[in-house]
């Protein structure tokens, strides 16, 4: 995924355990991170810009955020808006956490240890 500068959405809530988001949503997630709130077409080229999905296989994927509560969508202007209700600090986090879990007993320690080249 892409760089850039990340958009802190306000209203982002904490990623719980019980919130998963796959590859999949993730892809999703990205531009709102980046960009802030988007309209569904300028979502989708983003999207289309990194994956070469169908305009469906989007729409399923955002629809899936937003019943996680992952992602709302408000008219502004006139337009349906897009937002991601999570940050993507948070899900990083979840992420190391459940990396952390699966490998090193919860130990983020052991983790970054072995990461930075260390024994666990």
Same mark, same amino acid.
């Given at each position: 995924?892409?760089?850039?500068?990340?958009?802190?959405?306000?209203?982002?809530?904490? *990623?719980?355990?019980? +919130?998963?988001?796959?590859?999949?949503? &993730?892809?999703?997630?990205?531009? *709102?991170?980046?960009?802030?709130?988007? &309209?569904?077409?300028?979502?989708?080229?983003?999207? %289309?810009?990194?994956?070469?999905?169908?305009?469906?296989?989007? %729409?399923?994927? @955002?629809?899936? +955020?937003?019943? %996680?509560?992952?992602?709302?969508?408000?008219?502004?202007?006139?337009?349906?808006?897009?937002?991601? @209700?999570?940050?993507?600090?948070?899900?990083?986090?979840?992420?190391?956490?459940? +990396?952390?879990?699966?490998?090193?007993?919860?130990?983020?320690?052991?983790?970054?240890?072995?990461?930075?080249?260390?024994?666990?």
């Amino acid at each position: 995924m892409g760089g850039g500068v990340a958009h802190r959405p306000r209203g982002a809530a904490v *990623l719980t355990p019980s +919130l998963h988001i796959t590859e999949a949503e &993730s892809w999703v997630l990205d531009p *709102l991170w980046r960009r802030g709130p988007m &309209s569904f077409a300028a979502l989708i080229a983003e999207v %289309k810009a990194a994956q070469p999905w169908a305009d469906a296989t989007i %729409k399923t994927l @955002l629809g899936r +955020l937003m019943r %996680k509560n992952l992602v709302a969508s408000e008219r502004q202007d006139g337009r349906q808006l897009y937002r991601p @209700l999570v940050t993507r600090e948070a899900y990083v986090d979840a992420e190391i956490q459940a +990396l952390a879990d699966r490998l090193f007993g919860g130990e983020v320690a052991a983790l970054a240890r072995r990461l930075a080249g260390g024994a666990t």
